[in-house]
């Protein structure tokens, strides 16, 4: 399987900061990448897919980059709703899609 | 408005079986892939099974393979987890998801969640 690693895996910042996250695979996963939101207790929240495009109803704040094996997710301004949980999930081949273990941000 | 509720969580012992169902309204099932997913206490998410929205293509995890299948009535508008040789390590909160579409695995919508916890 594909691995998908994450960092930081936990992140302090303050509203207003632009922060960045950033998720590397094992091997090349072209553009198939997305990453989730997830809030304590919620189901989680898809923001980006096919590594740079917005979901609809995703604050223009959030943005994704990056193919290969290399991407990162961008929050350019923080919201106080903006910290949570971030995962990164690859889709490159259904016979294994593997998700991050997960960034938390916390309020600084 | 997009709903998916989950059903047939609970307490099993280890080796033992389970049947989650999933009721879907709010969009055309017969059109969309869907899947499972699952997230072990304090844990992070784990991507359990797919099935295409004719249920021409399914797919597994290794963790689950040989022991859980995906099913759905389109009919019923539900998804279905049959879970037989369930393990301690299987304890989780199992996710019905609806994948985005033109895609399997990209998840636009979720449940609210079932908890299967495996324990003697």
């Known amino acids: 399987d594909i691995q998908m690693t994450q960092s930081p895996s936990i992140l302090s910042a303050s509203v207003g900061d632009r922060v960045t996250i950033t998720c590397r695979a094992s091997?090349?996963?072209?553009?198939?990448l997305a990453w989730y939101q997830q809030k304590p207790g919620k189901a989680p929240n898809l923001l980006i897919y096919?590594?740079?495009s917005l979901e609809s109803g995703v604050p223009s704040r959030f943005s994704g980059s990056g193919s290969g094996t290399e991407f990162t997710l961008t929050i350019s301004s923080l919201q106080p709703d903006d910290f949570a949980t971030y995962y990164c999930?690859?889709?490159?081949?259904?016979?294994?899609?593997?998700f991050g273990q997960g960034t938390r941000l916390e309020i600084k | 408005e997009v709903q998916l509720v989950e059903s047939g969580g609970g307490l099993v012992k280890p080796g033992g079986s389970l049947r989650l169902s999933c009721a879907a309204s709010?969009?055309?099932?017969?059109?969309?892939?869907m899947n499972w997913v699952r997230q072990a206490p304090g844990k992070g998410l784990e991507w359990v099974s797919s099935?295409?929205?004719?249920?021409?293509?399914?797919y597994y995890a290794d963790s689950v393979k040989g022991r859980f299948t995906i099913s759905r009535d389109n009919a019923k508008n539900s998804l279905y987890l049959q879970m037989n040789s369930l393990r301690a390590e299987d304890t989780a909160v199992y996710y019905c998801?609806?994948?985005?579409?033109?895609?399997?695995?990209?998840?636009?919508?979720w449940g609210q969640g079932t908890l299967v916890t495996v324990s003697s």
């Open positions: 096919k590594a740079s």
């Open positions: 099935i295409s929205s004719g249920s021409s293509y399914i």
């Open positions: 709010g969009f055309t099932f017969s059109s969309y892939n």
């Open positions: 998801a609806r994948a985005r579409g033109g895609t399997m695995i990209v998840v636009v919508d």
């Open positions: 999930q690859q889709y490159n081949s259904y016979s294994g899609i593997t």
């Open positions: 091997q090349s996963i072209s553009s198939w």
